[in-house]
């Protein structure tokens, strides 16, 4: 399907959208027990765009129940695995199928760039799916070495119930990295999308339940963090959460599980990843170009995001200029508009968030460029692509994640000193290094301490490969085959059998 549809298009079908707004339990739309709705409002207009189910307590737990049924019933976790798989691959079509819809749910919803989300968040959530329902019926369990007589069997079993927490940066694409691998392991999951963004997660349940997931299995309740989020973090019959989010929230689910049943808690927290760029690397316009795109990409708010460039001191001031160029070039805009470069900041807390660590910025370092709140057709939260020079490492710019579009410049003389400023964080999430001296780039990349480093690109990212941080960027992984040991446990049958038959 093409995605090349103009302003004039997209917002047509903007306004023709059918958008789900209740909670989706046991198979079907609900509204909440307690009768509240809450508005989601477009960061880029400020209008109300549906007033939907607040979810809490009682809502998680009329989830966690049916998620339960599902589970003991069978018919999915219990299913063979090329069954689980072809609902998968449906699913993964009927996403593909809903391009449009669900690129403009995510757009309206937390403001990123429509073409951004059909070129990338949508696709991105039906290849997840496709992935793992293709993996669904590929993964063979073991027999342990025994003697004669004696069969052990170690299989991978589904736990139960899995509850997801989400952030609002990518919707649809945080919910898919959780649900598919937690699914195609057989699990029910309880999916809470973040309050900021909950549209696409109750489409994608409805889709789910369209290409033959049972009810039951995939449900999804909206609400608040503080409310619904904690209900299912203290449920004591939920198996295993899975959250992407703040380090902060990571940390508030370690001590649900310990106040409640020890559930098994993944975290996938923040960063502030650096991306080292050496003199030695030959092609600095690509680094520059790759620079931009690692801060400025969905207004900065990708928790792997490069927001630290640390910057040889000899090819500095020419990359600097480079990079300023590029981010002059990318001007907030309207994201229905396929000519905007850059959309909206998620709502006006997070705005202030950002121009709060720029204000920092403006005393403690040099501003490169941008700096300012801007308003699309006189209004939205839009914050200018923004660049800080001569960062100071300990700065708090250099240390907490932004979560905007604002990098932190800090320049560096050698190869240890920019090892040593890079690991310099409490987080590990990603690390990027530019160079073209092959020896440089693998003595390099063996010392960060990041889940993911990449080597003349940034942020490299697949189905195939794992996601996730070291330190205080969490624990687990998302993506790969790795990411169904956070949704299975091994489970040991030992057989002992005649080991001659006594005939
Ligand atoms: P961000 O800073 O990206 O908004 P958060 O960590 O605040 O990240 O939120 C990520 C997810 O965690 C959201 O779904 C949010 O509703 C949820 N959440 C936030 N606060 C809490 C909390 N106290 N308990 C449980 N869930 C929470």
């Known amino acids: 399907m093409t995605t090349e549809l103009d302003r004039a298009a997209w917002t047509a079908k903007a306004r023709a959208l059918d958008i789900r707004t209740q909670a989706f339990i046991d198979g079907r739309f609900l509204p909440a027990a307690s009768g509240r709705t809450f508005d989601t409002v477009n960061p880029a207009t400020g209008a109300v765009i549906a007033a939907v189910a607040e979810g809490a307590s009682e809502d998680v737990d009329r989830a966690v129940r049916a998620a339960r049924r599902a589970f003991e019933a069978g018919s999915w976790s219990r299913a063979a695995p090329a069954e689980r798989k072809t609902v998968l691959l449906r699913l993964a079509d009927l996403i593909r199928a809903h391009l449009h819809e669900f690129a403009l749910l995510e757009s309206l919803d937390m403001g990123k760039l429509v073409k951004d989300a059909a070129a990338i968040d949508v696709p991105g ?79 994608l349940a409805e889709l789910a339940s369209e290409a033959g997931l049972p009810d039951g299995v995939l449900n999804v309740v909206p609400g608040f963090g503080e409310t619904a989020g904690r209900a299912l973090g203290l449920h004591p019959d939920v198996d295993c959460l899975a959250f992407t989010g703040s380090t902060e929230i990571g940390k508030v689910f370690l001590g649900y599980s310990a106040q409640s049943n020890m559930k098994q808690v993944w975290l996938e927290c923040g960063g502030k990843s650096p991306n080292l760029v ?85 005393e403690t370092a040099r501003l490169a460029t941008g700096g300012e709140r801007v308003r699309v057709a006189g209004a939205g939260c839009f914050v200018e692509p ?118």
Not at 160 to 176: I, K, Q, R, S, T
Not at 283 to 297: N, R
Not at 317 to 324: G, N
Request: with cysteine; glycine share 8%; net charge negative.
């Open 278 to 362: 050496f003199a030695d690397c030959r092609d600095l316009d690509a680094a520059a170009d790759m620079a931009a795109f690692g801060i400025f990409f969905n207004q900065g708010a990708v928790c792997s995001a490069n927001s630290r460039l640390l910057v040889q001191r000899s090819v500095k001031d020419a990359f600097l200029e480079k990079l300023v160029a590029r981010a002059e070039a990318i001007r907030p805009g309207d994201p229905l508009d396929p000519a905007s470069t850059m959309g909206a900041i998620v709502d006006e807390a997070q705005t202030g968030r950002i121009l709060s660590f720029i204000a920092d910025g403006r």
């Open 125 to 203: 959530a039906a290849g997840v799916f496709q992935w793992y329902g293709e993996a669904a019926d590929k993964l063979y369990d073991e027999a342990a070495p025994t003697g004669r007589g004696d069969l052990a069997l170690v299989r991978r079993v589904p736990l139960g119930v899995v509850g997801a927490v989400v952030p609002w940066n990518f919707p649809l694409d945080m919910a898919a990295w959780k649900c598919a691998p937690a699914l195609a392991a057989g699990n029910s999951v309880v999916l809470k999308p973040a309050e900021q963004s909950p549209l696409s997660a109750l489409r």
């Open 386 to 503: 923004t660049i800080f020079d001569e960062v100071a490492a300990s700065s708090r710019l250099a240390r907490e994640e932004v979560f905007g579009p604002v990098l932190a410049v800090i320049p560096f003389d050698g190869e240890a000193e920019a090892v040593a400023l890079a690991n310099d964080s409490p987080y590990g999430l990603a690390a990027s290094v530019w160079t073209d001296d092959l020896s440089r780039a693998h003595r390099v990349a063996d010392r960060l301490h990041a889940g993911t480093v990449s080597v003349n690109t940034v942020d490299a990212l697949s189905p195939q490969t794992p996601f996730g941080g070291f330190k205080q960027s969490g624990f687990g992984r998302d993506l790969s085959l790795h990411a169904l040991d956070k949704y299975t446990g091994l489970k040991t049958t030992w057989i002992r059998y005649r080991a001659e038959s006594g005939d």
